[in-house]
Every structure is written in C-alpha cells, then in structure tokens.
C-alpha cells in the first residue's frame, strides 16, 4: 500500500524522534517558571533618596505547560535562590542588591492549576537609596536552581523602570517616605521607632487617612487590638464622605484582619 505525502512525512518525524531518545538524546527540558515584579507602597514607580523600596517578586507556573513544576533546591527555599538587583538605566550595571524580607511559608513549593504560583517580597534598604544620585533605574530578578529535586535552570523576569527622585515637599511624597520608612523599621523589629516615624506625621496630618491605616497596622502588630480600632474608626469617619478618595475596600479588608487578630486563639 502506497503511502500519501502526509502520512509518510508523520511517521518519518516520529521514527526520527524514537530514534533520537534511543540513541541518547534527551526529552525537551521543562518549561522555566514565570517571574513578574511589582513595587510596594510606591506611586507613580517613584522613590526618593533614603527611602526604602520595596519589590514583590511573583513565581508562576508557565503558561505553556500543563504539567506540575516543582521548585525545591537542595539548599533552601527558591527565594534563596532568587537575586533582585537594581541597575543603572544607562548603562545596565547592577548597583545594589536586595535583601529578602518577606520569605515563602514553605522551603519546597509545586507550582500546579491549584496552586499556580508563590511569591516573597524584597527590599533595597534605605541606606541604599539615600547613596544613589537621583535618575532612572531597572528592577530585575533571576532564578537559578542548580540542584535539588525539582526543576533546574534559570529563568529571569523582565526589568521594571523605576524613578529615584531627590526628597520632595509634596504632602504625597512625605507621606509615602514616611509609610516606606515606618515599614522598614517594623520589619527589623523596630516597632517603637515605625510608631513614633507615623505618630510625628499624623500630629501634622490628623486627616490622612494612609497615616490613620498605617498606624492601625502598628497597634495591630503590637497587640493594641483596642487602639488599632480608634484609628480605623477615624479612617472611616474620614474616606466614607469622600470614597473616591479613599481605598474603602481597603479600610474595611483592615478593620476585618484586626477583628480577627483580636480573637482569642482556640484552646487546644
């Protein structure tokens, strides 16, 4: 029986790939991770000198593939194998590397349709920022697994433009200093400092509501369930008369974290 073109063609392509994994070749190698990164309490991509800032970096599974994708090195979790650098804009030299704050819960992950990605958060500290000229810069952060028993490769995310200005007088640009700076230190376990850093300003601004949240957060942190819903309640009375304003959804997913962190834990 003669063969069509078509049919002939098709088992030529699957003799050629049978052989080849006979011989010694190798399947395709799996797909790499996704990597994507957005900024932290930053407005417009812009920070200013001595103001930390802060990078969330998102793994996901690729889109190409339906198959698991594990990620657990030998050493570690993935987040330690991860570096986020920012460059210069100019000339695409690394000039500072950040530091991982915020960890993955878990050391090994599986990126899966159920749980299709992970995520931790970096920061370039203020102590960086406050030595770099003001300009434009890159954010970039690279993957690289070598071992372990999961995949291995590397995989990058794309770079992310960023703006370092010189320190502003713009009531914005105070409060996010402020905000970014108050974070930093309750993140070193500097919570009195993070405290009186809000407090100073909101003696200034009793109406900011960014303030008002953020001082919540704090007393929340500290146990202060009681006080963290005097400064909630006046968030309110502020943002519901202007809601365009203000992140309602926000204030209110606030209120609830609060409410539950005040709950007496279970006994056991």
């Not at 105070?174 to 407090?199: K, P």
Request: glycine share 6%; charged share 20%; with cysteine.
């Amino acid at each position: 029986m003669r063969l069509s073109p078509a049919v002939l063609l098709n088992r030529l392509v699957l003799c050629f790939a049978t052989a080849s994994f006979l011989i010694g070749g190798e399947p395709a190698p799996a797909l790499a991770p996704e990597i994507s990164l957005s900024l932290r309490g930053v407005a417009q991509r812009t920070i200013e000198q001595g103001e930390p800032l802060f990078v969330a970096v998102l793994v996901e599974a690729p889109t190409d593939s339906a198959a698991d994708l594990r990620l657990a090195p030998s050493i570690g979790s993935w987040s330690d194998a991860m570096v986020v650098e920012l460059l210069e804009d100019k000339e695409g030299t690394a000039v500072a590397r950040a530091t991982r704050v915020v960890a993955p819960t878990d050391a090994a992950v599986t990126l899966s349709a159920a749980s299709p990605a992970t995520s931790a958060v970096w920061s370039f500290p203020s102590s960086v920022t406050q030595g770099l000229a003001p300009g434009a810069f890159s954010i970039r952060a690279r993957l690289a697994i070598q071992d372990g028993s999961g995949w291995k490769g590397e995989a990058r995310s794309e770079e992310l433009r960023c703006e370092l200005a010189a320190p502003s007088t713009q009531p914005a640009r105070i409060v996010q200093r402020t905000l970014n700076l108050a974070r930093e230190a309750a993140i070193a376990g500097r919570a009195q400092e993070a405290q009186r850093l809000v407090d100073t300003l909101l003696r200034e601004w009793p109406d900011s509501v960014p303030l008002l949240m953020a001082r919540a957060e704090l007393a929340t942190e500290a146990g202060d369930h009681r006080g963290a819903l005097v400064y909630v309640d006046r968030a309110w009375a502020i943002a519901q008369p202007n809601p365009t304003q203000h992140p309602l959804s926000a204030l209110f997913e606030l209120e609830q974290r609060i409410a539950r962190a005040s709950m007496p834990s279970a006994s056991p």
